[in-house]
């Protein structure tokens, strides 16, 4: 059977379509095998993106969630105080966003920003860029969150802002 189906003098038309199929059939798989597979490498490769992803996703919690709010401002008639004390020798470089500029708190002494409303920013920095930590405590009745900043070798403890949210919440970072 097979050695009349390719003898090229019996049935020019049938041999002729057969070496057509076949000739297709070797074409059509050499030019979408290497397609395919470079498209099931990138496909892999995207959900092994998107599974990262996901992952990281799950383990990285928002900066919201990351960050738990330290206290509440006293609610004092839509207006409250921050003190800042500096229980460091060095200077200390603070600014409220928006509201005041670069100032600077000698070492060993407090200020008290007054008649802040939320939501609000608080930057502060040692001048010689040593390491702060800060520590809240609040006054509900004088409406005053107080601030201690004092140094620290902590480098999970260094905090160089303090934020106020909408809803009195307050935030180190």
């Not at 470079?38 to 990281?56: H, P, Q, V, Y």
């Not at 409220?96 to 008290?112: C, K, N, P, Q, Y």
């Not at 040692?126 to 070798?153: H, N, P, Y």
């Not at 905090?159 to 180190?172: K, P, Q």
């Amino acid at each position: 059977m097979f050695k009349n189906m390719f003898n090229l003098n019996s049935h020019p038309e049938r041999n002729f379509s057969i070496f057509a199929a076949i000739l297709g059939g070797l074409l059509f798989t050499m030019s979408t095998s290497p397609r395919a597979a470079i498209a099931e490498t990138r496909a892999s490769e995207k959900d092994g993106e998107r599974a990262n992803a996901e992952m990281l996703a799950q383990r990285t919690p928002l900066p919201r969630s990351r960050n738990t709010p330290v206290a509440a401002v006293p609610d004092n008639n839509g207006e409250f105080s921050i003190r800042l004390i500096n229980s460091t020798a060095a200077p200390i470089k603070y600014q409220v966003v928006g509201d005041t500029e670069d100032r600077f708190l000698m070492g060993d002494r407090e200020i008290t920003l007054t008649g802040l409303e939320d939501p609000v920013t608080v930057t502060f920095q040692r001048q010689d860029d040593g390491l702060l930590q800060a520590e809240t405590k609040v006054f509900s009745q004088e409406g005053i969150l107080e601030i201690t900043l004092d140094e620290t070798t902590a480098l999970d403890m260094d905090r160089n802002a303090l934020r106020v949210d909408e809803s009195g919440w307050v935030y180190l970072n």
